[in-house]
């Protein structure tokens, strides 16, 4: 198989749609790039460090369960 990693661009969606209604100016969307994002085919969410959360201010929305490597566990989503 192999390991596969791509570039990501990852946005605040309240920002882009505060954006598109003329509520924010278009350049101060917070966004980040992930250069090396691991490709999971069989993930149907995204995580995310702590750190690129709070950079994109982004807010829980709910928990979820999900399965990871290490078992099943609750995780946030944003």
Do not use: F, K, W
């Amino acid at each position: 198989m192999g390991r596969v990693t791509t570039e990501a661009l990852v946005e605040n969606v309240g920002d882009l749609y505060a954006a598109d209604s003329g509520l924010l100016p278009a350049d101060q969307v917070r966004r980040v790039v992930l250069p090396a994002a691991l490709v999971d085919t069989g993930a149907t969410l995204l995580s995310l460090p702590t750190s690129v959360i709070a950079q994109l201010g982004l807010r829980p929305a709910g928990t979820e369960r999900v399965t990871a490597s290490t078992g099943q566990t609750q995780a946030t989503l944003y």
